[in-house]
């Protein structure tokens, strides 16, 4: 049982990449899905959470209308579309099931999450 992701990669600021968060050993749609990242020097952070109830997504300010989550059931995957990055993008992004948004305008792991390894993300030119 557990989590993958991948899709990291160097872009130039304005570019797009895509990543990926496969699970395996358990039905990914039975669970929200988040993604998280964690900049140098810096807290992670939730940057959007997927419900499992009704597949609805929530982004934080800072990567609203840039970024975009959907999911393949059939590949049993998740994906975090990110458009127009911007160098404090530039992070190591992680995906976790059990995530929710908070009235505070932030997306927080629950405790009981698995966690997928990090991918890196560089946006730079």
């Known amino acids: 049982v557990q989590l993958q992701a991948s899709g990291g990669g160097l872009v130039q600021p304005g570019g797009s990449l895509r990543l990926s968060c496969a699970g395996s050993?358990?039905?990914?749609?039975?669970?929200?899905l988040g993604w998280f990242r964690q900049a140098p020097g810096k807290e992670r952070e939730g940057v959007s959470c997927?419900?499992?109830?009704?597949?609805?997504?929530y982004y934080i300010d800072s990567v609203k209308g840039r970024f975009t989550m959907s999911r393949d059931s059939a590949k049993n995957t998740a994906y975090l579309q990110m458009d127009s990055l911007k160098p404090e993008d530039t992070a190591v992004y992680y995906c976790?099931?059990?995530?929710?948004?908070?009235?505070?305008?932030?997306?927080?792991?629950?405790?009981?999450?698995?966690w997928g390894q990090g991918t890196l993300v560089t946006v730079s030119s």
């Open positions: 976790a099931t059990n995530c929710a948004p908070t009235t505070q305008g932030t997306v927080v792991a629950g405790p009981m999450a698995m």
């Open positions: 997927i419900r499992s109830s009704d597949g609805s997504a």
């Open positions: 050993g358990f039905t990914l749609d039975y669970y929200g």
